[in-house]
């Protein structure tokens, strides 16, 4: 079966809520060689925003949405094993990562820690809705290189902006670099608030970190 025909396939069992036909095509891609990777941002994303602008236009509702996230959760967890096992072995750095405080939206942070594993970066997953405090606290604790905070809605957003402030008030700003993502955010957001980069997906993460990490 063709890269194409499987790529539009996930697209499709996203749009129609179809779980056991996502894992299905997820595990047919990786028997047939296609890059996880490729399936994951041509494919399976591009169905949730699908989704997402559906649902931003009423013409599906939040039932809906859980079960496409759901959908996609089950394929994206086949592919991020996929990824991880590509893995390589030299550390470079750790950094820690999280949602923040208000925000459930995980999918998109699971692969870019997927992708920044196999390219030698530690990182600790603090998972979803966590405040700034902690993140910190998670940071030092671990004597973190890089803090990345992901943020899916335009009210969430200001707590990457709380973690510059909150880093600069207690004098820690340059232990850390930071990096910010997620749909809503932009270079412009990275700039005005002070963080050191801003990534629009997980490939640009990569790069973005190890460059942060003076290793490009
Ligand atoms: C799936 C989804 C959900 C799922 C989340 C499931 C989960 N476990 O993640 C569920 C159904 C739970 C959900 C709930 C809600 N959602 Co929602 N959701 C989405 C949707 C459709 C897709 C998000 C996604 O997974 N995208 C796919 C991934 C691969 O892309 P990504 O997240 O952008 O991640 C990539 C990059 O951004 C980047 N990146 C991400 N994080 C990071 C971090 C770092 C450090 C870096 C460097 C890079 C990086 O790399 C990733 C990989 O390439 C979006 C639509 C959209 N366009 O984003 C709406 C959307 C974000 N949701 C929205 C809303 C309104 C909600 C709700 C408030 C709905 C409600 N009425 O309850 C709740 C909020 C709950 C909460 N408190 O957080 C709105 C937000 C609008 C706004 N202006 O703020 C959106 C835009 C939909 C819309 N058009 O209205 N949602």
């Avoid at 094993?81 to 470079?92: L, M």
């Avoid at 850390?176 to 957001?189: E, N, S, V």
Wanted: charged content about 25%.
């Amino acid at each position: 079966m063709s890269r194409e025909t499987l790529i539009a396939e996930a697209i499709e069992t996203i749009l129609t809520c179809n779980q056991d036909a996502a894992v299905d095509v997820a595990k047919r891609s990786i028997d047939e060689g296609v890059d996880p990777v490729d399936m994951l941002s041509e494919g399976f994303s591009v169905g949730i925003r699908e989704m997402g602008e559906k649902f931003g236009r009423g013409e599906v509702f939040l039932p809906q949405l859980i079960l496409s996230a759901n959908t996609m959760k089950a394929a994206t967890e086949l592919l991020n094993e996929a990824i991880n096992d590509k893995g390589s072995v030299v550390k470079k750095g750790i950094m820690v990562i999280a949602t923040v405080e208000g925000d459930v939206h995980d999918i998109g942070k699971g692969i870019v820690i997927s992708l920044l594993n196999t390219q030698g970066i530690e990182v600790i997953d603090m998972g979803r809705d966590v405040s700034v405090e902690k993140i910190i606290e998670k940071a030092l604790e671990v004597n973190a290189d890089l803090i990345g905070t992901s943020a899916l809605l335009t009210t969430t957003m200001m707590s990457q902006k709380k973690l510059e402030d909150e880093l600069k008030a207690r004098n820690i700003r340059s232990k850390f670099k930071t990096m910010i993502g997620g749909a809503p955010c932009t270079q412009r957001w990275a700039d005005k608030i002070g963080a050191d980069a801003y990534a629009e997906d997980a490939a640009q993460a990569v790069t973005k970190a190890l460059e942060l990490l003076g290793r490009n």
